[in-house]
């Protein structure tokens, strides 16, 4: 399975960016659909994932509200919506495919994942 994050970028605060990340095999549309990120010196952390139909969705806390995340079924792409974005969103952001149907929070749970995606959020 091959995955292809896009759409970072450098942004002010309280700005908008929109991730895409498309997958190429029909297999990932049976799977939940997660997006992390990781800031430089820090650990890979949760920030969204969506299940297999984008019935069910989770968010981090830290994004609740601000971020939506959403699939496009049949189309193998999932999308992260970021608003009001702060400087501690600053980090590479990385789309990966569960290992089942519901989404989790744990990078265990992923077992495919994208090159990853910076933002960048300036004050």
């Known amino acids: 399975v091959q995955l292809q994050a896009s759409g970072g970028g450098l942004v002010q605060a309280g700005g908008s960016l929109r991730l895409s990340c498309a997958t190429s095999?029909?297999?990932?549309?049976?799977?939940?659909m997660g997006w992390f990120r990781q800031a430089p010196g820090k650990e890979r952390e949760f920030v969204a994932a969506?299940?297999?139909?984008?019935?069910?969705?989770l968010y981090a806390d830290s994004v609740k509200g601000r971020f939506t995340i959403s699939r496009t079924y049949g189309a193998h792409v999932v999308y992260l919506q970021m608003n009001n974005l702060r400087p501690d969103d600053t980090a590479v952001y990385f789309c990966?495919?569960?290992?089942?149907?519901?989404?989790?929070?744990?990078?265990?749970?992923?077992?495919?994942w994208g090159q990853g995606t910076q933002v960048t959020v300036s004050s």
């Open positions: 990966a495919v569960g290992r089942r149907a519901v989404p989790g929070r744990e990078t265990s749970e992923y077992n495919y």
């Open positions: 095999r029909r297999t990932s549309s049976n799977n939940a």
């Open positions: 969506v299940s297999w139909n984008g019935g069910a969705t």
